[in-house]
């Protein structure tokens, strides 16, 4: 699987919140919205945020080691 560059990696996280965003519309047509509703979404959403930046820092921790290792396998050869 290829590496993702800082900008697919904010379009996949659009995608994802685009995904989100529309799962609770379709979820709000359901439900009457009470205050315990709204905080609850409020706290999904937060929660998913949270989960795609730790993703995010992972994946890009993991990228930036990789590319330190190409560039030293590429200095060690003769």
């Known amino acids: 699987m290829p590496l993702l560059s800082g900008y697919g990696w904010r379009r ?3 995608a994802t ?7 609770l519309r379709t979820e709000a ?3 009457p919205w009470t205050i315990w509703t709204l905080a609850t979404v409020y706290t ?6 949270l ?3 730790e993703v995010f820092e992972e994946a890009s921790y993991r990228y930036h080691i990789l590319i ?3 560039k030293h396998r590429q200095e ?3």
């Open 12 to 14: 996949l996280l659009n």
């Open 17 to 23: 919140e685009q995904a989100l965003i529309f799962r």
């Open 29 to 31: 047509q359901k439900v």
């Open 44 to 49: 999904a959403v937060k929660e998913e945020q």
């Open 51 to 53: 989960r795609c930046a």
């Open 68 to 70: 330190n290792i190409g």
């Open 76 to 78: 060690r050869k003769p």
